[in-house]
């Protein structure tokens, strides 16, 4: 196998305590996976198992106490602020909420256009580059004189995509990208993602709480409980045939739309309950 292009080794996260004999907190413990160029590997737990965190110290927003992240090679673990700025044009995010993660103020064009800016892209290519990405992700052509506001929850999502892929990075951290939307949108929005995916081969840490929604973008899968990975394998696999006790509660638990189905993964999962708590 070619070196992967995010490699995460043996990382543990750990924040200090508060207080009169306040205890550190360990939010990973020793959490080693990787993804390769072009690849969707998702990370997906309850809230509280660390996936988010994991997310957050690849972009360098939470500590790295031991271990190492890996981006092509080199050990970003503890990158200074000048490096970040060097990384973001490889290393992008799209978060959770996209009525808080987009200025308000600006218009889609100067939300896109700013990244350009900082990296003095010329002002024809940069036009030509937001036109390229309004048509990436289906938005319309007058979209770009509009404020966020006058957009929808998938839309502004969209938009979110669009400025991350704008200086077309090699990796992208999606946080919980599609759980703000509704299930028709969120469908929607992760045909997108497979298309981009498709077009430019960019590849995505894929953060969820929802075993449904990441067995149908992710290629493996990596599921996450108390800080640490439990189950990691191949995404039809992990989604389907579930050998972790976590994890095969995770998939009892999921609704289905089939009434009769859902009666009888309820069954089931109680049964499981019934076995692993004897």
């Known amino acids: 196998?070619?070196?992967?292009?995010?490699?995460?080794?043996n990382v543990t996260v750990e924040y200090p305590g508060h207080g009169f004999r306040g205890k550190p907190f360990r939010a990973l413990h020793s959490v080693s996976v990787d993804v390769q160029k072009g690849e969707?590997?998702?990370?997906?737990?309850?809230?509280?198992?660390?996936?988010?965190?994991?997310?957050r110290a690849v972009l360098g927003l939470a500590p790295v106490t031991e271990g190492k992240v890996l981006f092509r090679g080199e050990d970003i673990?503890?990158?200074?602020r000048a490096d970040r700025r060097r990384l973001a044009s490889d290393i992008q995010v799209v978060f959770q909420d996209?009525?808080?993660?987009?200025?308000?103020?600006?218009?889609?064009?100067?939300?896109?256009?700013e990244p350009l800016d900082v990296r003095k892209v010329p002002r024809a290519e940069s036009s030509k580059r937001i036109k390229d990405l309004f048509d990436m992700v289906r938005l319309p052509a007058d979209a770009g004189n509009r404020l966020?506001?006058?957009?929808?929850?998938?839309?502004?999502?969209?938009?979110a995509i669009a400025r991350a892929l704008a200086l077309k990075p090699a990796l992208i951290v999606c946080d919980?990208?599609?759980?703000?939307?509704?299930?028709?949108?969120q469908a929607r929005v992760l045909e997108l993602f497979k298309d981009i995916q498709e077009q430019t081969q960019v590849a995505y840490l894929f953060v969820s709480h929802d075993l449904e929604v990441v067995r149908h973008i992710s290629h493996r899968v990596a599921v996450m409980y108390r800080g640490e990975i439990v189950e990691f394998g191949d995404g039809d696999q992990v989604t389907s045939q579930?050998?972790?006790p976590y994890t095969q509660r995770l998939f009892f638990a999921a609704p289905v739309a089939n009434p009769k189905a859902q009666a009888l993964r309820r069954e089931e999962r109680r049964q499981l309950l019934a076995t692993q708590n004897a």
């Not at 673990?77 to 200074?80: E, G, L, V, W």
């Not at 919980?176 to 949108?185: C, I, Q, R, Y």
């Open 1 to 9: 196998m070619t070196e992967a292009l995010l490699d995460i080794q």
């Open 40 to 55: 969707c590997v998702g990370l997906v737990g309850e809230s509280g198992s660390g996936k988010t965190t994991l997310g």
């Open 77 to 80: 673990s503890h990158a200074n």
């Open 176 to 185: 919980e990208p599609v759980s703000a939307l509704d299930l028709s949108t």
């Open 98 to 113: 996209p009525y808080t993660s987009l200025n308000p103020s600006l218009t889609v064009e100067q939300i896109l256009s």
């Open 242 to 244: 579930p050998q972790h």
């Open 148 to 159: 966020p506001r006058e957009f929808s929850g998938g839309q502004r999502q969209r938009i």
